[in-house]
């Protein structure tokens, strides 16, 4: 049985085709159309799923939607009319972008896939989140937890996942949201929101969270961990484009930092902001999910919905709560959800049997010898190539060694907003100077972002605070934040962030043998099998999918050399390339957007 | 001709933008007023015993699934 789950038309569109119970693809849109958090649509991203599956559209079973359009129309249209005559604008924009797209989404699926309507199903936002993470972890029973801005009128779920089938508990509706709490504090800090909550992270361990008190008087937080926003101190309910009402400014008594200062001021009021909310968020979790242990009495929890990538808080919550095991599927935003819709309709609506669990990320496409070979040499590029793979990874481990910053590009892409080794920039994590290069010469992106480190399995717990690794299956995912150990953070100046953490993602051998290798023969050269890992994309582009992409990103920034599969570009070879253009994007979305 | 559909797509927004606003302030204004003197759907009350509400489910079977709302 053939299940395609699709996301669209709010950011991140995806597909996900699931066959059988095993997801077999999975992607983005914006990797193959260079528009970053692309939201059309997923043309393309379906294209390559049949493609990638060995079917046809006409072999799909079902076609699943992953929210359900009329019930978000419905909270568009209530919140316009609780919040008369302070919504006019919002009501007006929202409603141009319904009327125009999203009230026809059924017959317009239909016509642009060619299926009839009876295959086409609806789940419903919060249960694609919880579905995306239960059936593709390895536990067979778990509470779940979703939390992020807003699906229909869900802003956060319990439930429970038994076998095939989800059961969800309680949930906690729009404007209260954790996910839009943080967001509100992003755009109060100078970033762009659904953009900049990276940054924001990323930006916490320069502060003090001096200002925890005073966020908490903004809500009422039970000790069940539900929220009730003030919405006197918001607008997000009722704006085109303001998150906060001067009311928010005023209680804290600084005005909202001007976006433009955000590349380059590391201001100490907004450092001690974004270390509060990351406080705050990671104190409200922590209530989440004892309360779930509590009313489930399960020992294992998933996690999903875009609050999930606060790595720095999934590692709290693994250390300081209450559960054994914790698993967060790789792509825990919404784009994760066509994932998990499919999921959703092949075992819990149409009583399937469970698949394995989900070892690995690399779901995406795939460039083999002979199309690298002939964009090469279609293009006049001068290339070496070393065949034999031993020889070869020598090469990148010594290169590496030697402080080159190289582009990697290997096998599948990876399945979710991290790059995991198959679209990464490397370079030698034990050099300080390799973080300034980055950001500034490669990223072009802030100074104060941190690098991840890519690490072997075998030998993680010896650089990092994470105890039996390979129980830790966010970390396989680049989404917990550990502390590097205090004697290990000398050898690791570049990966080691302000507060002693890293990023850290763990390598197994088995589901990247290739990019194992280089680590391990990294280490064997410097005793360190660590190497830094940062997506192959300069800010505000889409991570790279094809070789047209890697040579054009290559060409527009500082990188060393370029590794696609056993291919070697050196920098000489950097040129134009017209025909591979993106979209840079610099801006977040506005709040209609964000809230609709 | 390219003028002539950027025109034609600005003057179609703008006619919507309008009409829109009529049905805002004509329409849902004074439903509005009514509604939220007794309703409360987005809870901007504070609430006493915590925010979490009981799940309703009402997707359970492909028949449900097939609707959009």
Known sequence: ?596 | MQALAQFTERFGSMVSRLLLTALYYGVLGPVALVYQRVCDPLHLKRRQAGNWTKWESTNEDVAAARHQD
């Open chain 1, 1 to 596: 049985m053939n299940v395609l789950g699709l996301s669209f038309y709010y950011h991140d569109s995806a597909a996900a085709l699931v066959k059988n119970g095993v997801l077999v693809a999975a992607s983005a849109e914006e990797r193959f159309s260079r528009k970053k958090h692309d939201s059309g649509f997923p043309e393309l991203a379906i294209e390559f799923c049949l493609k990638q599956g060995g079917i046809t559209i006409h072999d799909v079973d079902y076609v699943v939607f992953y929210e359900k359009p009329f019930v978000k129309f419905e909270r568009m249209l209530l919140t316009a009319m609780a919040t008369f005559p302070k919504s006019a604008a919002v009501f007006r924009e929202s409603m141009q972008r319904w009327i125009s797209d999203k009230l026809w989404i059924k017959s317009m699926m239909s016509k642009r896939l060619e299926v009839p309507r009876s295959k086409f199903l609806f789940a419903d936002h919060h249960v694609s989140h919880a579905a995306s993470s239960f059936y593709t972890s390895p536990f067979e029973e778990a509470a779940i937890l979703t939390v992020d801005g807003a699906g229909e009128w869900t802003t956060s779920t319990m439930a429970v996942g038994r076998g095939n089938k989800i059961e969800v508990l309680k949930e906690m509706r729009f404007p209260h949201s954790l996910g839009l709490l943080y967001s509100a504090f992003t755009a109060y800090c100078g970033f762009e929101i659904n953009e900049g909550e990276y940054k924001l992270m990323g930006m916490h361990p320069y502060g003090e969270p001096k200002y925890c008190d005073e966020i908490y008087k903004l809500l009422d937080v039970a000790e069940d961990g539900s929220l009730w926003h003030d919405m006197r101190y918001f607008k997000y309910h009722h704006s085109t484009n303001d998150t906060l009402s001067p009311l928010f400014e005023a209680h804290f008594g600084r005005p909202r930092r001007d976006p433009k200062h955000q590349d380059t001021s590391l201001d100490p009021y907004y450092c001690d902001m974004a270390a509060s909310i990351q406080r705050v968020t990671e104190e409200i979790l922590l209530k989440m999910i004892t309360h779930l242990h509590e009313i489930t009495g399960l020992k294992k929890l998933c996690l999903a919905g875009g609050v999930a990538l606060n790595s720095v808080a999934n590692y709290k919550l693994m250390r300081e709560g209450p559960f054994e095991d914790v698993y967060i599927h790789p792509a825990p935003g919404d784009d994760g959800c066509s994932a998990g819709a499919a999921y959703w309709a092949y075992n819990h609506l149409l009583d399937q049997p469970r698949g394995p669990a989900l070892e690995h990320a690399y779901l995406g496409s795939e460039h083999g010898d002979d199309s690298i070979q002939s964009f090469l040499e279609a293009n006049d590029i001068p290339y070496r190539k070393i065949s034999d793979d031993e020889e070869f990874f020598d090469f990148v481990a010594r290169t590496l060694e030697s402080g080159h910053v190289c582009g990697w590009m290997r096998g599948r892409c990876e399945w979710g907003p991290r790059a995991l080794g198959s679209r990464s920039i490397i370079a030698d994590p034990r050099r300080m100077e390799m973080k300034e290069k980055l950001n500034s010469k490669i990223k072009f992106r802030e100074s104060f972002r941190p690098f991840a480190p890519s690490v072997i399995e075998e030998r993680a717990d010896e650089f990092f605070d994470i105890p039996e690794p390979e129980r830790h299956w966010p970390a396989r995912f680049m989404l917990y934040v550990a502390p590097v150990r205090e004697e290990k953070r000398d050898v690791l100046p570049a990966i080691t962030h302000e507060d002693g953490s890293g990023r850290l993602q763990t390598v197994y051998r088995q589901t990247n043998p290739a990019y194992h290798r280089i680590i391990e023969r990294f280490g064997e050269l410097t005793d360190v099998p660590v190497i830094m890992n940062t997506s192959f994309n300069l800010k505000g582009e889409p991570i790279v999918e094809s070789p047209a992409h890697a040579f054009n990103t290559f060409s527009l920034s500082g990188m060393d050399f370029l590794f696609m599969n056993n291919f070697i570009v050196e920098a000489s070879a950097k040129k134009k390339i017209a025909e591979t253009t993106f979209h840079l994007r610099h801006d977040g979305d506005s709040v209609t957007q964000m809230v609709s």
